[in-house]
């Protein structure tokens, strides 16, 4: 498991030079290579790395920050999250407080 551009792919395989490239595969199946300064890896996977002579390449991804950008990507947990914030709610704009029923009456 890696992260490129907040979103997880796996990497296929790793070309180690001074540049280290590295191949990814999206979850749709499509493949990309990309510099392994482009990539996050956990710090268990760099140590794995790192046997490999590319490990300082990777940036290293928190299990905080992994954990949050799943969550923000699981459907189920926007769902729930979209429930708790139901959009019958009175709207704040610009600090100007707007009654529900008038957001309703604008659409």
Avoid: C
Wanted: charged share 40%; aromatic share 2%.
């Amino acid at each position: 498991m890696a992260v490129y551009k907040n979103r997880e792919v796996e990497i296929t395989s790793i070309v180690t030079d001074e540049n280290p490239m590295v191949e990814i595969m999206h979850k749709d199946g499509t493949r990309e290579q990309v510099r392994a300064v482009q990539v996050q890896v956990t710090k268990d996977e760099q140590k794995e790395f790192a046997k490999q002579h590319a490990g300082d390449k990777f940036s290293v991804i928190e299990d905080k920050d992994l954990k949050d950008l799943r969550d923000s990507q699981d459907p189920e947990k926007i769902k729930k999250e979209q429930e708790k914030n139901p959009q019958d709610q009175d709207v704040t704009v610009n600090k100007i407080k707007v009654p529900a029923d008038q957001i309703k009456q604008a659409k």
